[in-house]
């Protein structure tokens, strides 16, 4: 089945005891044990398990090609669990430039508990290779990665991560299961912040793991996930369930409208550079044209000349995009990167990064052209 009638189905059933087609809200914490002391429908306790969590899982897993998935309270939650299902001794490669997150969790939370890892450059096999060690567990990647958009050849990390009996965790939040499928290139997990694409509308947190296959490292994330319970509300499922069923128009709408600024962005004297992986001149063109699925995502960066008063000044102008974080939602948004990340970023300081909304890309393209002025 094609991934447009996948989002409208999955996850979905008439509900067998009113027939509506949109599934009830179950706010219920608890639910009624049998006579014999068995739980007839299945459900406990709601950090244990949620009819509406069950339904996000579900709908998940069949989208990523994976066979289960684990829903969180945020998109660093599910990061967090997955790195927290280690133990303390093991090892990971993760991307020097991956989520600020993820690395803030790394270094304070992590380290100290004994989790060891190494940053590299991801889109560099050969660093990669080098960077894995005799207890390397876990590599973890993020294609195109934040905000730099940055290019990892997933087929080949995933053969290195292989025969170093490790496993590859790929954070898909940026292209979303509708440009890319992680699991169908070797993966073994698919991370999302399902914050921004999949829930879509800058309304609700939450995140995601998927795994290809039963394993140990699933199995335990699955026990982190119901006795820690960083897991999502009812309410958090329902709207990101309900926010899928449109997913494949709208990415496909924001990648369209992303290339055109992208390419509009290339030609205008006040900009140094453009980031974004649909550009025939990305250092990863060749690599995204092979594993991601007919466009680009709508998520792009820009190196402003003039260094970073330029770039500020351009983020008080604009109309239609708004200044804030985030990304996915209908409404344009730009951010410049560095000054949310901490000192010592890597993110140059220049660098603005814009998220491609629904709105029509001649407003979108108007509107940053009377921003960047004459020069
Ligand atoms: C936003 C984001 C996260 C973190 O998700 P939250 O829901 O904000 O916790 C992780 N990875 C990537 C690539 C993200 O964009």
Known sequence: MHIETELVHSGRGIDPSTGALVAPIHLSTT?????????????????????????????????????????????SAATFTL??????????????????????????????????????????????????????????????????LAITDIQTVAHLAHQANAYLACDNTIPSPVLQRPLDHGADFVIHATTKYLAGHSDVIGGAVITKDPNPLFAQLQLIQGIGGAVPSPFDCWLTLRGLQTLAVRVKAQSQSALAIAQWLQTHPAIDRVLY????????????????????????????GGGQTAALAMTTKTQLFTRATSFGGPHSTLEHRASIEAPGTGT??????????LEHPQDLIADLEQALGHR
């Open 348 to 357: 140059p300081d220049n660098l603005l990064r814009l998220s491609i909304g």
């Open 31 to 75: 639910f009624e044990r049998g006579e014999d002391g068995s739980y007839p429908q299945g459900y406990v306790y709601g950090r244990s398990g949620n009819p509406n969590r069950q339904d996000l899982e579900t709908a998940l897993a069949g989208l990523e090609a994976g066979c289960e998935a684990a829903v969180f309270g945020s998109g």
């Open 277 to 304: 992986p649909g550009l025939t001149d990305h250092p990863g063109y060749e690599i995204a044209q092979r594993q991601m699925i007919g466009a680009y995502g709508g998520l792009l960066s820009i190196l402003v």
């Open 83 to 148: 790195l927290q299902a280690l133990r303390a001794g093991d090892h990971v490669v993760a991307p020097q430039n991956v989520y600020f997150g993820v690395q803030e969790m790394l270094a304070k939370i992590l380290a100290p508990w004994g989790l060891q890892y190494t940053l590299v450059d991801t889109t560099d096999v050969a660093a990669v290779e080098t960077a894995i060690r005799s207890n390397t567990r876990l590599i973890l990647i993020e294609t195109p990665s934040n905000p730099q």
